[in-house]
């Protein structure tokens, strides 16, 4: 099953959590995830997948 949330460093040197079939970033409760260390970054976007899959999965896709 494919990754649906990936990171994308910015230009200023911080990083961004995107949707990886979309190519935008990922808003959750109205904030952009966006603009965040890379430890923040990577450990929601491990949360973030993880939550997609249980998802996915409880819904036989």
């Known amino acids: 099953m494919p990754q649906r949330y990936g990171i994308e460093e910015t230009p200023e040197g911080t990083w961004d959590i995107v949707d990886v079939f979309t190519g935008l970033p990922v808003v959750e ?6 603009d965040m260390p890379i430890e923040e970054a990577d450990d929601l976007v491990g ?11 409880k819904n036989g896709i």
């Open 29 to 34: 409760d109205g904030v952009p995830l966006i």
């Open 47 to 57: 949360l973030l997948n993880r939550r997609d899959r249980e998802q996915r999965g």
